[in-house]
């Protein structure tokens, strides 16, 4: 059974629409790269499953619950999480004082949620006492993907990472995400190197104006672009 299921999703920004129509399913573990032009909607999609933007119509079912219109807490709770574009890393903190403060006020669960962090990501480990800001901007990007892993998500967005990197760097970015999907966790992709994330992904939705334009098996996708 799917891990997210979205039926008929419609979503306005006061009069204009922003997505019309919106249905794919994600099978639980799987990567699914969004790709379409400048304000296609990627970025309300993303905005929209994380309950940043409420849609006006359609359901949103995550792990057979549905999170259509809940508020961004409640759904991280039930397994997703969103990475927004940019670094959500504090520079002056540490490694550890960042995978720390996704977990506050929860010792017990912390300590396990870390152990796990550090195993996926063990670069993480070697420079848990370093300021955060000293750490390259791929590993920046890791550990905010460790950051959001520690609360156990199923499933991440992952909003543009690679933006304004190096190449060097967005292997990185790249090689998280496949530690991450190693672990079990699905990724929702929404990414400028359409080729790279296509070889990273399972499975391709392209949007167009707000619509569904195609989706299909990652592999199918080079010739709809
Ligand atoms: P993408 O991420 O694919 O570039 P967006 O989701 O950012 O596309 O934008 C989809 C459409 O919604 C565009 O027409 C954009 O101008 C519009 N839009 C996005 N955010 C807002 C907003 N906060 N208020 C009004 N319109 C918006
Ligand atoms: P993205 O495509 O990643 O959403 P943009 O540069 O289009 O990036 O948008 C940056 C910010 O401006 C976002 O918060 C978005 O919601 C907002 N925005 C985008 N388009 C519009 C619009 N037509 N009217 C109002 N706000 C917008």
């Known amino acids: 059974t799917d891990l ?5 999703l419609d979503v306005q920004y006061g009069p204009a629409v922003a997505l019309r129509d919106v249905s794919f399913d994600l099978p639980p573990n799987s990567a699914l790269a969004v790709l379409g032009p400048n304000g296609a909607g990627k970025s309300t999609l993303a905005r929209t499953l994380s309950g940043l933007v409420p849609p006006v119509r359609g359901s949103i079912e995550l792990d057979g619950r549905n999170i259509a219109g809940r508020s961004p807490e409640y759904i991280r709770r039930t397994g997703l999480v969103h ?6 890393v504090f520079a002056g ?15 017990r669960r912390r300590t396990e949620s870390l152990n796990r962090a550090l195993e996926i990501f063990p670069v993480l480990g070697e420079r848990a006492g370093q300021a955060a800001g ?13 950051r959001a892993l520690m609360v ?17 760097m967005v292997d990185v970015v790249f090689e998280s995400l496949q530690r991450a999907r190693a672990a079990g966790v699905a990724v929702l992709m929404i ?9 990273f992904a399972d499975r391709c939705l392209i949007l167009q104006r707000g619509r569904v334009a195609w989706t299909g098996p990652a592999d199918d996708a080079g010739s709809e672009l």
């Open 4 to 8: 997210l299921k979205v039926r008929d």
């Open 83 to 88: 990475l927004p574009e940019g670094r959500g």
């Open 93 to 107: 903190l540490t490694v550890l004082e960042n995978l720390r403060m996704a977990t506050m006020g929860d010792r």
């Open 134 to 146: 000293t750490l390259s901007g791929g590993e920046q990007q890791m550990l905010s993907l460790a």
């Open 152 to 168: 156990n998500p199923r499933l991440v967005i992952a909003d543009e990472m690679s933006l304004g990197l190096a190449p060097k």
């Open 191 to 199: 990414e400028q190197f359409a080729t790279r994330a296509l070889d």
